[in-house]
């Protein structure tokens, strides 16, 4: 900037002087210099003033005037820093106090001569950075830069930001929950696998057991007819005996490990045959409706055991009126429905329809504690002698079987809803009545000679207990203790006419290979499997498959179906 001796006349903005600040009387070479100087530094969108040692403004820009809103005669060649300063602080610029000792204290600031670097936000909501630089000798130059547009931005990028992270860390949290409760879904279901297979284990066990104490009880009735000591002492062990083989069926049920008979059922029509013989056995107080979700009345078919699924519905409807207060309600309901990906991730089920069924209740409701162990077998919050602990297992472990999911929700309080989503049956105009169960055949007469039967079983016990019973329905009996040893004879030995042989032996051949080798080697005319599991997967087709512990009437007819 050339050094200004004095200032010049100002002139009308109808010369070519008027285009400039005040341009000082100069030879025309500077003169001209001057002012390309100062037409590019009014180009500038940044302000800028420059004052001397003493305060006096020297040099400057229309920005600068524009930006700080400063009347246009207020900058001249010589104008005092001063006024510039009394000029904010009158209008405020710089919030409330006196006008004069803000003035004072910026004129005293700024005769150190210092670097500063500030931003100032102006009534009007412009936000300007102020930077000021001494010049040494020679007074201090300040730029000013209008970054109102800047900070908005970098406003909204944060605001964006915290709404960005806001929303990660809720999907986060969610995620997380989400997370939790898979696992504690997926350790519940592990748990209750590894219960299932070693109950599984326990029940075939047992129904060996009690196929042997049930067979030499029911002998000894036979025999002793006549004894009184039968019915005093036998008759109840028999009875007791028989409980037993019910409460094993049960653990059966839980290790998914029962025959299934699936039929497409009108899951409505049995609800509210199932409601009609709850009913008899609800307070008068506690109420039950059944819930037309749809509100259609429309048929909700199921592919479901219909025998297996009555049970459990009575199951979870007894459950709902022992916790139910009085005058409470339990409401049951069914309709179609569709699972999602997610959803069937969730319930460990494969996407699709299914039938949706809920039984409700306003009852007390389960704590986190039982809900995580309502499902595994002998738990149970009822008072000692109300009930066996194997009700929801058995249900548990029905569904699962069929394909299906069961789902409880509750809390103390608040009662319980427990939802089975069933594998969809297909839509029919009309449902064929099932035929009503064939009665149970009467004990079987020993008929006349019938020929050679092979008994394989690896429980010395059993093979003398249903030994006995081949004898008394006329056969002569051959035994083997394993599946290898049966083989041998199989192939040994002409005129078998019945091969019956438990499913499960150790020594790596099994009932079902020495089955299929009598068959297919046409060795034996009938063939009859028997198991303590009774569960579908041991089947063979064409080949009967009796459940231990079993009657010889049961026996009997097992072995004239293989011969059919």
């Given at each position: 900037?050339?050094?200004?001796?004095?200032?010049?006349?100002?002139?009308?903005?109808?010369?070519?002087?008027?285009?400039?600040?005040?341009?000082?009387?100069?030879?025309?070479?500077?003169?001209?210099?001057?002012?390309?100087?100062?037409?590019?530094?009014?180009?500038?969108?940044?302000?800028?003033?420059?004052?001397?040692?003493?305060?006096?403004?020297?040099?400057?820009?229309?920005?600068?005037?524009?930006?700080?809103?400063?009347?246009?005669?207020?900058?001249?060649?010589?104008?005092?820093?001063?006024?510039?300063?009394?000029?904010?602080?009158?209008?405020?610029?710089?919030?409330?106090?006196?006008?004069?000792?803000?003035?004072?204290?910026?004129?005293?600031?700024?005769?150190?001569?210092?670097?500063?670097?500030?931003?100032?936000?102006?009534?009007?909501?412009?936000?300007?950075?102020?930077?000021?630089?001494?010049?040494?000798?020679?007074?201090?130059?300040?730029?000013?830069?209008?970054?109102?547009?800047?900070?908005?931005?970098?406003?909204?990028?944060?605001?964006?930001?915290?709404?960005?992270?806001?929303?990660?860390?809720?999907?986060?949290?969610?995620?997380?929950?989400?997370?939790?409760?898979?696992?504690?879904?997926?350790?519940?279901?592990?748990?209750?696998?590894?219960?299932?297979?070693?109950?599984?284990?326990?029940?075939?066990?047992?129904?060996?057991?009690?196929?042997?104490?049930?067979?030499?009880?029911?002998?000894?009735?036979?025999?002793?007819?006549?004894?009184?000591?039968?019915?005093?002492?036998?008759?109840?062990?028999?009875?007791?005996?028989?409980?037993?083989?019910?409460?094993?069926?049960?653990?059966?049920?839980?290790?998914?490990?029962?025959?299934?008979?699936?039929?497409?059922?009108?899951?409505?029509?049995?609800?509210?045959?199932?409601?009609?013989?709850?009913?008899?056995?609800?307070?008068?107080?506690?109420?039950?409706?059944?819930?037309?979700?749809?509100?259609?009345?429309?048929?909700?078919?199921?592919?479901?055991?219909?025998?297996?699924?009555?049970?459990?519905?009575?199951?979870?409807?007894?459950?709902?009126?022992?916790?139910?207060?009085?005058?409470?309600?339990?409401?049951?309901?069914?309709?179609?429905?569709?699972?999602?990906?997610?959803?069937?991730?969730?319930?460990?089920?494969?996407?699709?329809?299914?039938?949706?069924?809920?039984?409700?209740?306003?009852?007390?409701?389960?704590?986190?504690?039982t809900l995580a162990h309502i499902f595994e077998p002998f738990f149970t919050?009822?008072?000692?002698?109300?009930?066996?602990?194997?009700?929801?297992?058995?249900?548990?472990?029905?569904?699962?079987?069929?394909?299906?999911?069961?789902?409880?929700?509750?809390?103390?309080?608040?009662?319980?809803?427990?939802?089975?989503?069933?594998?969809?049956?297909?839509?029919?105009?009309?449902?064929?009545?099932?035929?009503?169960?064939?009665?149970?055949?009467?004990?079987?007469?020993?008929?006349?000679?019938?020929?050679?039967?092979?008994?394989?079983?690896?429980?010395?016990?059993?093979?003398?207990?249903?030994?006995?019973?081949?004898?008394?329905?006329?056969?002569?009996?051959?035994?083997?203790?394993?599946?290898?040893?049966?083989?041998?004879?199989?192939?040994?030995?002409?005129?078998?006419?019945?091969?019956?042989?438990?499913?499960?032996?150790?020594?790596?051949?099994?009932?079902?290979?020495?089955?299929?080798?009598?068959?297919?080697?046409?060795?034996?005319?009938?063939?009859?499997?028997?198991?303590?599991?009774?569960?579908?997967?041991?089947?063979?087709?064409?080949?009967?498959?009796?459940?231990?512990?079993?009657?010889?009437?049961?026996?009997?007819?097992?072995?004239?179906?293989?011969?059919?």
């Amino acid at each position: 900037m050339v050094p200004m001796t004095a200032p010049a006349a100002r002139t009308g903005r109808d010369t070519p002087e008027a285009t400039m600040h005040d341009a000082p009387s100069l030879p025309a070479e500077a003169l001209g210099r001057y002012q390309t100087l100062q037409a590019g530094l009014d180009l500038l969108d940044q302000g800028l003033s420059i004052f001397d040692g003493d305060l006096r403004l020297v040099a400057w820009n229309t920005a600068y005037v524009r930006l700080l809103d400063f009347p246009e005669d207020m900058a001249y060649l010589g104008a005092p820093f001063e006024s510039f300063i009394r000029y904010n602080a009158k209008r405020g610029e710089y919030g409330p106090g006196d006008p004069e000792a803000l003035v004072a204290e910026r004129v005293e600031a700024a005769r150190g001569f210092e670097s500063h670097e500030i931003e100032r936000t102006r009534p009007d909501g412009r936000v300007l950075r102020i930077r000021g630089m001494p010049l040494p000798g020679h007074g201090f130059v300040t730029l000013y830069s209008d970054v109102t547009a800047q900070r908005a931005a970098e406003r909204t990028i944060l605001e964006q930001n915290a709404e960005l992270e806001s929303r990660v860390a809720a999907r986060t949290g969610e995620l997380l929950r989400e997370q939790k409760r898979s696992q504690e879904l997926i350790a519940r279901a592990q748990k209750l696998e590894a219960l299932g297979q070693l109950t599984g284990g326990l029940a075939h066990d047992f129904n060996n057991i009690l196929t042997v104490v049930i067979g030499n009880l029911a002998a000894l009735a036979r025999v002793r007819g006549d004894d009184p000591l039968v019915p005093e002492f036998v008759q109840p062990a028999l009875d007791a005996s028989r409980r037993g083989a019910d409460l094993v069926k049960g653990l059966l049920s839980f290790a998914r490990r029962q025959p299934l008979k699936a039929v497409n059922l009108d899951v409505c029509a049995l609800l509210e045959s199932t409601a009609k013989l709850v009913r008899r056995s609800l307070p008068e107080s506690l109420s039950l409706d059944i819930l037309d979700i749809l509100g259609t009345r429309a048929p909700v078919r199921a592919w479901i055991d219909a025998g297996l699924l009555e049970q459990a519905l009575l199951n979870l409807l007894l459950n709902a009126r022992d916790a139910a207060r009085p005058g409470g309600r339990i409401q049951i309901g069914a309709t179609q429905a569709v699972l999602d990906a997610p959803a069937a991730q969730a319930l460990h089920v494969a996407p699709g329809p299914y039938a949706h069924v809920q039984v409700r209740d306003d009852g007390a409701g389960m704590d986190a504690h039982t809900l995580a162990h309502i499902f595994e077998p002998f738990f149970t919050t009822k008072q000692a002698g109300r009930g066996s602990g194997l009700g929801m297992a058995m249900v548990y472990g029905f569904i699962k079987q069929s394909g299906g999911a069961i789902e409880v929700r509750s809390a103390p309080g608040q009662g319980t809803t427990v939802s089975l989503w069933l594998p969809a049956g297909v839509p029919e105009e009309a449902q064929a009545a099932a035929p009503a169960p064939a009665p149970a055949p009467s004990e079987a007469v020993p008929s006349a000679e019938r020929g050679l039967a092979l008994l394989v079983d690896d429980d010395d016990e059993v093979r003398r207990v249903v030994r006995r019973d081949l004898l008394a329905l006329g056969y002569s009996v051959l035994e083997a203790g394993n599946g290898a040893e049966a083989l041998s004879l199989l192939a040994r030995t002409d005129g078998i006419v019945l091969l019956l042989s438990d499913v499960s032996m150790p020594g790596g051949v099994d009932g079902r290979e020495v089955a299929r080798a009598a068959r297919e080697g046409r060795r034996a005319h009938a063939v009859v499997l028997m198991s303590g599991y009774a569960p579908g997967d041991l089947r063979v087709p064409g080949v009967p498959l009796l459940a231990k512990p079993f009657t010889r009437a049961q026996l009997d007819k097992a072995i004239e179906a293989s011969k059919r």
